[in-house]
């Protein structure tokens, strides 16, 4: 009994086991935690692809919806509105009539002006076919009378004058005599006369004067029919009735067409505006890359998830500077066929300026900095516990969130887009494309 009590070994034996087995036991526990966790991170890296695409790149600005023409409809000369065929909303096409003014105080003017064109015409007509064969024959028949009387008148002075120089007559007879025969003979020759003119028929003179009073006549009439139609108020193109000014009855006035509707209120009638365009402020830094033509995207806030397509029809030759930004103005048509875009809406424009071809890209989130160089962290085919493999790159244009690689990479190749501790990216490579990259606000991909 006392031999088995000298074999027990002592607590401070047993006391030290048991605290070996604890450590142990901890070690491997912490050992197995971090493994864990290492593991864990490595799956939480995420990773992505270096691409060889062809990538668009757009033009980013904002604008507004405006109608391409917009006028203020009033007639030419003051007057009456008599009647209104159209409301606020219609859409006219151009020539339509709009309105009527009172005409009431032309129309007597017209009928007096068409009588006096009448009377000249048949004046005219008169002068150009000259007389009639009765009329001929008349003066004829006078030259005929008169060459008889003269007869008569000659035979008489002759008997006369026998008579007078054998004294049979007194002086006074005979020269009464004379005097008749000489009278029948003036009134012949009037006669003749007479009958050439009838013959002739009228003179040029005559003619073109009476087609000069068929001229004014003419110009009077068509005065009084262009006063007439102005009192019709046409629309002067196709588009859309945006205002109105006047009721039937109102007193209206000419204003000029640009006038503004606080102006225009009390004098025109309607107010009109033609298909939508949409101006926008490019920055100066994007100008040179809008040409005419180039395809517009447009979205506006009151229709989220639509898009309307254009191009570019017009860009400002002079710049304008707000709040010391320079900007350009460029006008593109829309399609909106629904009519859904309203005038003075806000609208963002995408202009798709070109496309990059071929070129390899990385999520721009994936450059970062070491040692003064820009470059990605690359993940490498061997082993995967080992680190990845830092690499210096040459970046190009920044279209969003894509970046060009002009080199230091393949496509193919997987490039960190999320860091382990510790790597965090210390900045992002600016874009080398003018105009476009972090900050410019200009360009987008789509």
Request: hydrophobic letters at 40%; aromatic letters at 4%.
């Amino acid at each position: 009994m006392q031999d088995l009590v000298k074999l027990r070994p002592p607590k401070w034996l047993l006391a030290l086991l048991v605290l070996g087995l604890v450590a142990g036991g901890g070690y491997v526990a912490y050992s197995q935690i971090t493994t864990a966790q290492r593991q864990e991170a490595r799956r939480r890296i995420q990773t992505a692809t270096v691409e060889q695409v062809n990538l668009p790149v757009t033009v980013s600005a904002n604008g507004t919806v405006q109608p391409e023409r917009s006028v203020n409809v009033s007639p030419k000369t003051s007057g009456k509105l008599k009647q209104l065929l159209v409301k606020e909303g219609d859409r006219v096409q151009e020539g339509q009539i709009l309105a009527y003014m009172d005409d009431s105080n032309l129309q007597g003017q017209y009928t007096q002006a068409q009588g006096q064109l009448a009377q000249a015409r048949a004046n005219l007509q008169r002068v150009q076919a000259g007389n009639r064969a009765q009329d001929i024959a008349q003066a004829q028949a006078q030259v005929e009378s008169d060459r008889a009387a003269l007869w008569q008148a000659e035979r008489n002075f002759q008997q006369n004058q026998q008579l007078y120089r054998s004294g049979a007559i007194n002086q006074r007879d005979f020269n009464t005599s004379l005097a008749a025969r000489d009278q029948a003979a003036a009134q012949l020759t009037r006669s003749q006369q007479a009958l050439a003119l009838q013959r002739a028929g009228s003179r040029p003179e005559d003619v073109e004067q009476a087609r000069a009073q068929v001229k004014t006549a003419e110009g009077q009439l068509q005065t009084i029919q262009a006063q007439l139609e102005d009192t019709i108020i046409r629309a002067p193109f196709s588009g859309i009735i945006t205002k109105k000014f006047a009721d039937p009855g109102a007193f209206v006035t000419p204003t000029t067409s640009g006038s503004s509707v606080t102006s225009a209120t009390s004098s025109s009638i309607l107010a009109l505006a033609s298909n939508n365009q949409i101006v926008a402020n490019v920055a100066e830094s994007n100008i040179a890359q809008i040409k005419l033509g180039v395809p517009a995207m447009i979205k506006a806030d009151a229709y989220p998830g639509q898009s309307f397509n254009g191009r570019v029809i017009q860009i400002a030759a002079q710049s304008t500077t707000v709040q010391n930004v320079t900007s350009f103005e460029v006008k593109s048509s829309v399609a909106d066929p629904k009519n859904l875009l309203k005038a003075g809406m806000s609208v963002n424009v995408d202009f798709n300026v070109g496309t990059l071809k071929n070129v390899l890209v990385i999520p721009t989130v994936a450059i970062t900095r070491q040692e003064g160089a820009s470059g990605v962290l690359v993940m490498t085919r061997e082993k995967e516990s080992r680190r990845p493999e830092f690499r210096p790159i040459t970046t190009g244009a920044t279209v969003n969130d894509k970046t060009v690689v002009l080199s230091g990479l393949q496509a193919g190749e997987r490039v960190l887009i999320s860091f382990p501790q510790g790597e965090r990216p210390q900045s992002r490579t600016p874009s080398v494309f003018p105009g476009m990259g972090p900050g410019g606000g200009g360009s987008r991909m789509r």
